[in-house]
T-cell receptor, first 109, second 114 residues
């Protein structure tokens, strides 16, 4: 079967750095997405990785290792508004999105 | 504001009721989706429409009936639901149904079935 694993919940301190991991076992790979979802709001696109390596976008960076079936989302200089759920999703060989259950990130002052 | 609007935001219904969820996108996209989001579970794709034609139905019970009158509007008609259908129902759109395009989501309808 196809599976995406990410931690259920993480806690971090304002101003710090946090890394949210995502591991996947899928039938093929055509890219990996990260979405952010604040409570009661729409998920919004953060990043798309299809090649190995790190892609930086402001305070957020996303890393991919296809050989390891692994990605992480790195958030720097954490702000209270970063408290949200972070969803990892992989595009399989049939271009179907396989979703993780999401990681709830709690930021404390 | 994502450009995708869903109404109502909240809905409580009995198992014998009939209700409809509405989704509208102002992005000029050609593909629209219904997803179900239950607490601590992955998003479940329910239906996909591309250029108003239904292209995917992921074994969804017939008590959920989608309708796409044009590329900008998507409905989900509900009837004789079960308590386990209580969840957040998300609508999304993308430029086309190519898979590697980012999705634009609405804020969802939080559905409670009593």
């Amino acid at each position: 079967g196809q599976n995406i694993d990410q931690p259920t919940e993480m806690t971090a301190t304002e101003g710090a750095i946090v890394q949210i991991n995502c591991t996947y076992q899928t039938s093929g790979f055509n890219g990996l997405f990260w979405y952010q979802q604040h409570a009661g709001e729409a998920p919004t696109f953060l990043s798309y990785n299809v090649l190995d390596g790190l892609e930086e976008k402001g305070r957020f960076s996303s890393f991919l290792s296809r050989s390891k079936g692994y990605s992480y989302l790195l958030l720097k200089e954490l702000q209270m508004k970063d408290s949200a759920s972070y969803l990892c999703a992989v595009l399989d060989s049939n271009y179907q999105l396989i979703w993780g259950a999401g990681t709830k990130l709690i930021i404390k002052p | 504001e994502t450009g995708v609007t869903q109404t109502p935001r909240h809905l409580v219904m009995g198992m014998t009721n009939k209700k409809s969820l509405k989704c509208e996108q102002h992005l000029g996209h050609n593909a629209m989706y219904w997803y179900k989001q239950s607490a601590k579970k992955p998003l479940e794709l329910m239906f996909v429409y591309n250029f108003k034609e239904q292209t995917e139905n992921n074994s969804v019970p017939s008590r959920f009936s989608p309708e796409c009158p044009n590329s900008s509007h998507l409905f989900l008609h509900l009837h004789t639901l079960q308590p386990e259908d209580s969840a957040l129902y998300l609508c999304a759109s993308s430029q086309d149904r190519q898979g590697n395009e980012k999705l634009f989501f609405g804020s969802g309808t939080q559905l409670s079935v009593l």
